[in-house]
Each structure stands twice: as structure tokens, then as C-alpha cells.
């Protein structure tokens, strides 16, 4: 599953562009995996999981993510922290599913990006 949002952040302790209020056009990819599909032959209702998806983009579009995303450990939302927190918020959906691993991938740019993967 793949969407876009615009939204900003701070790279607190950082000097130039990164250490203000800056945006960025994010792209995340969602990913879910299992070893064996269920009974309707799927690994996930893309339904639901786009549902959840699309619930994430709406709390962040346009936003300043320190405004709603709090980082466990680190001071900024990094797109790491960023990917980290939409697992949480898209896991909670899917947590009956028999999903196994979920990927997720943020994008601030065409080249930079990080993420995160574990268990929903």
C-alpha cells in the first residue's frame, strides 16, 4: 500500500534548513507479509488496510509531525520515528488478520528513506 502527504518537522539540535520548521512530500509503503495466505487467498483485506492507511494520512497531512507524532527515543521525528509510529497505528488494524510482519517505508524524498519492520 503506497500513499502521499505533505507535512513538516523539526530536526531539533540541528542547525540550517533541517533545524526549523521545514515540509517534506512523504510517500509511505505499507507492507504486510505472512507465510501462508488465509482461506480467500489473501495475506491481508487490502480493504482494511488501506482503510488504516488512509487513517494515518488523515491525522498527519499538513501538520507539524512534533504536533502528533511523540518519539519514543529520540528527540525529532526522524522518518525513521515516523515509520515506527504509523506500524503502531496501521497494526492495531490489522492485529486479527494472521499478518506476520509489517514493513513500513517513509520517504521525505525520492532518495531518502527509512523504516521500520516487526510483528503488528
Known amino acids: 500500500m503506497v500513499a502521499h502527504f505533505d507535512a513538516q518537522h523539526v530536526m531539533h539540535g540541528m542547525e540550517g534548513p533541517e533545524g526549523v520548521?521545514?515540509?517534506?512530500?512523504?510517500?509511505?509503503?505499507?507492507?504486510?507479509?505472512?507465510?501462508?495466505?488465509?482461506e480467500l487467498g489473501m495475506v491481508v483485506d487490502l480493504d482494511i488496510l488501506q482503510g488504516a492507511v488512509e487513517d494515518v494520512v488523515d491525522r498527519?497531512?499538513?501538520?507539524?509531525?512534533?504536533?502528533?507524532?511523540?518519539p519514543r527515543d529520540t528527540e525529532s521525528v526522524t522518518v525513521e520515528a515516523l515509520a515506527l509510529w504509523i506500524h503502531h497505528q496501521v497494526s492495531h488494524a490489522?492485529?486479527?488478520?494472521?499478518?506476520?510482519?509489517?514493513?513500513?517505508?517513509?520517504?521525505?524524498?525520492?532518495?531518502?528513506?527509512?523504516?521500520?519492520a516487526a510483528a503488528p
Open 60 to 70: 498527519v497531512k499538513g501538520r507539524n509531525l512534533d504536533d502528533v507524532i511523540v
Open 21 to 38: 520548521l521545514h515540509s517534506h512530500d512523504y510517500r509511505i509503503d505499507v507492507t504486510a507479509r505472512r507465510a501462508t495466505l488465509d
Open 94 to 116: 490489522i492485529a486479527t488478520s494472521g499478518v506476520e510482519d509489517l514493513h513500513v517505508r517513509a520517504w521525505e524524498t525520492d532518495a531518502a528513506f527509512g523504516g521500520y
